[in-house]
Nanobody, 122 residues
Framework: QVQLVESGGARVQPGDSLTIACTVSAGTISTYVIAWFRQAPGREREGVSLVCLSGRAYSSDAVKGRFFASRDNAKNTVSLQMSNLRPEDTAVYYC????????????????WGQGTKVTVSS
């Protein structure tokens, strides 16, 4: 069973950039679609970006143009590059895996990491 580990969360200032990573510790990332979700305090978990097996990436409207997901199968890692961060991007960011590409829907993913916290504050 695939196991996912997120890393790289930090406290940054508005306008800063940050890259977080999702590493597969058990399994092979090349066989999974990896998606990023986030959950802010008091809010539901929402989809952010996903990277299909082909490498093609999709992002939600809330982050389009600012967040970019990419995969490095050789390193068993999917990264989320975040730029021009805003206070409303503050959340715990989770990566999740499934075998085929689909929509950014929480219920479609059965494998989850433990999350990494990103705080955007001045």
């Amino acid at each position: 069973q695939v196991q996912l580990v997120e890393s790289g969360g930090a406290r940054v200032q508005p306008g800063d950039s940050l890259t977080i990573a999702c590493t597969v510790s058990a399994g092979t990332i090349s066989t999974y679609v990896i998606a990023w979700f986030r959950q802010a305090p008091g809010r539901e978990r929402e989809g952010v970006s996903l990277v299909c097996l082909s490498g093609r990436a999709y992002s939600s409207d809330a982050v389009k143009g600012r967040f970019f997901a990419s995969r490095d199968n050789a390193k068993n890692t999917v990264s989320l590059q975040m730029s021009n961060l805003r206070p409303e991007d503050t959340a715990v960011y989770y990566c999740a895996a499934r075998p085929t590409c689909g929509v950014l829907s929480v219920q479609d993913y059965s494998h989850w990491g433990q999350g990494t916290k990103v705080t955007v504050s001045s």
